[in-house]
């Protein structure tokens, strides 16, 4: 009987790790990348991963691509004072060897622009990643619910506050 425990647990946790994705080049490994389905009419998404670097060489994201969106930038939240405030960061995010940065809500995140359909649950949606000494790096982002604080394959969230960042894609 324990050798069949035994043998269950070990299936159920092989079958958790062939569901969490993972994409790598040149050092760089982007970590469960998801976002949110959208409501209908929505112009706006957002993607969240985490990406760490086990390269030598310091590397930066510049941008990407998105199926069905016209425009990929990648913003910061923060809080300042008792505000929440987003902004572009039109010069991209270094991430220095060893690093990881975590693209979460309430936090760093890619900003889906001028979507030309809702992003639909259950759905993977390709994309890119745009590195400036990696080049592209192409991933597929899992979709979760309109209103998920982190993905359910092991996806993080920094902050519970995602009250903006929902006006903000309504």
Same mark, same amino acid.
């Given at each position: ?33 998801? &976002?949110?389905? +959208?409501? #209908? $009419? *929505? ?12 390269? =030598?060489? @310091?590397?930066?994201? &510049?941008?990407? +691509?998105? #199926? $069905? *969106? ?12 008792? =505000?929440? @405030? ?7 995010? #270094? ?76």
């Amino acid at each position: 009987m324990k050798r069949e425990i035994y043998a269950i647990v070990a299936l159920l946790s092989m079958c958790g790790a062939a569901s969490s994705q993972q994409f790598e080049k040149d050092g760089l490994v982007i970590g469960h990348p998801w &976002t949110r389905a +959208t409501p #209908e $009419g *929505a112009k706006a998404g957002a993607g969240y991963m985490t990406i760490t670097n086990k390269g =030598k060489d @310091t590397d930066k994201l &510049t941008g990407g +691509t998105f #199926e $069905g *969106a016209e425009q990929v930038q990648i913003h910061e939240m923060k809080m300042e004072g008792d =505000k929440m @405030t987003m902004r572009q960061l039109t010069d991209g995010i #270094e991430i220095k060897p060893g690093a990881t940065v975590t693209f979460a809500p309430g936090s760093y995140h890619l900003m889906f622009l001028s979507l030309k359909k809702p992003i639909a649950k259950g759905e993977n949606a390709k994309g890119s990643l745009s590195f400036e000494k990696a080049g592209n790096v192409d991933v597929e982002y899992k979709v979760e619910d309109i209103g998920a604080l982190k993905s359910s394959d092991g996806g993080s969230m920094k902050s519970d506050d995602s009250k903006m960042m929902h006006d903000h894609m309504q």
